[in-house]
């Protein structure tokens, strides 16, 4: 898996085009920082819908929480949060795509 470093887009400065920094899904995954503010952009360039799952490591009363799946139509983007339930024991959230072809992604944060 890839390690993606975070983008601060700062509120007060205004706008960032995330979509420029976006870099290519790695076929075997990706990892980015988990925590409040902070979001996965997707670009799903491809000719076909694409499903990020995102890891859920946590349990509750012993019971595994299923990890959400997100699926982004042919040509469109998301925006997906990238909140604390999905920290992995190295701190950040492990991402998979089913094709990581003509996808490119960018975790973000909203700063000040």
Known sequence: MADLSLTTVSVA??????????T???????????????F?????GAGSSVTVTI???GTVSGVGIADPTYVVAAGK????????????ANGRAAITYSSATSV???PFELGV
């Open 13 to 22: 400065a205004g706008t960032l085009d995330v979509a420029a920094a976006a």
């Open 24 to 38: 290519a899904a790695a076929g075997g995954g990706d990892t980015a920082p988990v925590g409040p503010g902070r």
């Open 40 to 44: 996965l952009y997707v670009n799903n």
């Open 55 to 57: 890891a859920t490591p």
């Open 77 to 88: 983007h998301a925006i997906i949060p990238l909140a604390n339930i999905f920290r992995g």
């Open 104 to 106: 490119t992604v960018r």
